[in-house]
């Protein structure tokens, strides 16, 4: 019998400490050397000419290889649009937003700096560019170039209804510092709700509705796109997951990013006000915490206030109720009554559960919105 194996655990897909050590072998490590100092491979002319044998050299690869000639025309229309952000202790990628010269990130790239170096994709020319807002809640932050250049290319975001499982996608981004990489994979899943692990500059954000892709992201990827094959930004690499049967390492093709329609939320709010007032994620109006039983285990969310008129107070939830479902969802922890709430909508009815005076009781909470 098999012991039973863990679940993989996300983890953020950067920043990464700047000038990173990259763990490659044999001829790999010539390449990666050769991409990171600019050398190139043109090195002289030569003729090609027919070997010892005497065969003709391989003819030239068609031109008609539609697939290929996709990948190359997403990569020259949004490769531009993509950024790398330096801070003080790390680096991370980002996506140029408007012409004004503000760019979405995660909140976890920023992390507490207030100031950053810019690099545009193809250019070694750093800008400076300072932070307007993050909204760590949903991992998400806008810095704004200090000094815009012209010609700033603004990437186009696509519509999140219409991303679905098997869709080719590319991420693009600066995975182990190497700036303007790109990835492929396809759309493993939608819908995903996943929590960050908390710690560093990570802000431990669950989110919801997350796209699910096997292009490979790595530490540095963060912040980065995750694009079709219509050059549209479908979502915001973020996460990787880990295996723990392999000490932690990343789980390969298991990446997560937060979906397009979040993005442009977030981000429209940040520009604008420098705050977020509706984050379009669900929420009971309480604050809670989790309860122990008393074997000491962890058994619910126990309501610590209420917010007046709000839901959780509108449906007759009180301080001391203690939570233990959320529709068909349990709740042990505080942590899993935020994953439930993260995979609903505000405006949506849902039956919650909770304990009061021993007596098991039931709300239906018209939820709203954190």
Known sequence: MHPKKEPTRPIPAGP??????LLFSGAALVLAAALVTGCSSSGGSSSSSPGASGSPSAPAPSSGNQLQDDYQKVIANVLPSVVQITTATGLGSGIVYDTKGNIVTNA?????????????????KALEATLVASYPESDLAVVKLNSPPSGLKPATFGDSGKVEVGQITLAMGSPLGLSSSVT??????????????????????TIGNMVQTSAAINPGNSGGALVNLSSQVIGINTLAATDPDMNGSAAPGIGFAIPAATIT???DQLIKDGKV????????????????????????????????GGPAASAGIQPGDVITKVGDTTVTTLNGLTTALAALQPGA??????????????????????
């Open 16 to 21: 990464r400490p700047t000038g990173p050590r």
């Open 108 to 124: 976890h790239v920023v992390g507490s700096a207030k100031t950053f170096t810019v690099t545009l994709a193809n250019s070694s």
């Open 184 to 205: 492929q994979g396809i759309v493993s899943a939608t819908g995903r709700t996943v929590s960050e692990p908390k710690g560093g500059d990570s802000p431990g954000a």
């Open 265 to 267: 939320n977030i981000a």
């Open 277 to 308: 007032g509706n984050s379009g994620r669900a929420a009971l109006g309480i604050s809670a915490r989790t309860y122990f039983n008393a074997d000491f285990q962890p058994s619910g969310a126990v309501v610590v206030s209420v917010t007046a």
């Open 349 to 370: 009815k849902v039956t919650v559960t909770y304990q009061r005076d021993g007596a098991t009781k039931t709300a239906e909470v018209t939820l709203g919105s954190l």
